[in-house]
């Protein structure tokens, strides 16, 4: 199964976040970003914690989400 078929815009992925690979539980366009709240289509998706198992829209998003881990 092509993880983008069959959903619309509209449908919010659930995945797994690996080191260096997500795996998609709930298919979906998008993931939400964990500090921004904003939509990151998962053809774009480059930067997540594996410990958290969030993602983030760049890499000043990214740096963000890793500062809140340590305090």
């Known amino acids: 199964m092509n993880p983008f078929d069959s959903m619309s815009a509209d449908d919010e992925a659930i995945l797994d976040y690996g080191d260096a ?33 969030e993602a983030y829209i760049d890499a000043m998003a990214a740096m963000k989400g890793f500062e809140l881990k340590s305090e």
Request: with cysteine.
């Open 21 to 53: 690979e997500f795996h998609i539980v709930k298919p979906g366009a998008y993931v939400k970003c964990a500090v921004t709240g904003a939509h990151i289509p998962l053809k774009v998706l480059k930067y997540w914690n594996v410990d958290k198992q």
